[in-house]
């Protein structure tokens, strides 16, 4: 079997390949008496006590691998699988990860209220979560808001002149001040 494959019989486990999220979920799952040694290159490790395949994905990806049946579990964020629009079982939240989705305005527009951002100009990395919270206005102001896709650093957006209000995850909002 090549190194980068999982046995048919194995469960294929997505876990996050990197970040906060990663570092949580491996500490769980060692934490749970899974043992494995991923090899320098590879996002594939086999689980040496238990017929578990570890697949390391982009937690953006993961949502998309179970939904489409490529993985048959993983661990990612709420927001991720919302995102992606994919029809999986939510089976419990772990406990950590714990973030919210928020508007941003530049402090000078004086924002008072969201709704009055829409139909302007909206930069984030969650275009289906962010058009379908803006979507309840847009019906009911008569207006298209336009919602703009950047992978990152969405919070320079506004200062930069490209969006008259951001939406980004943030966990403590230090970022976005």
């Known amino acids: ?3 980068n494959q999982s046995p048919p019989e194995n469960c294929r486990f997505a876990i996050p390949k990197k970040g906060r999220l990663h570092d949580k979920v ?3 799952l060692k934490g749970a008496g899974l043992e494995w040694r991923r090899e320098s290159r590879l996002d594939v490790a086999l689980c040496g006590n238990m017929p578990i395949t570890l697949i390391f994905l982009p937690a953006s990806d993961i949502a998309k691998y179970v939904g489409e049946g490529n993985v ?3 661990i990612t964020g709420y927001d991720v699988v919302k995102e992606s629009d994919v029809d ?3 089976v419990m939240d772990l406990g950590f990860g714990k ?3 928020c508007v941003q305005a530049q402090v000078a527009k004086e924002v ?3 709704k009055t951002l829409a139909g302007g100009r909206i930069v984030t990395s969650f275009p289906h979560l962010t058009r379908t919270y803006f979507d309840q206005f847009d019906k009911e102001l008569g207006v298209e808001t336009k919602v703009k896709f950047v992978s990152g650093s969405v919070e320079a957006a506004c200062g930069l002149g ?3 209000a951001v939406v980004d995850l943030v966990e403590t909002g230090t970022t976005m001040r």
């Open 88 to 90: 999986v079982e939510h």
């Open 99 to 101: 973030c919210k989705l």
């Open 26 to 28: 491996t500490a769980m």
């Open 162 to 164: 490209l969006a008259d």
């Open 1 to 3: 079997m090549q190194a």
């Open 112 to 114: 008072a209220d969201v």
């Open 72 to 74: 048959d579990l993983g």
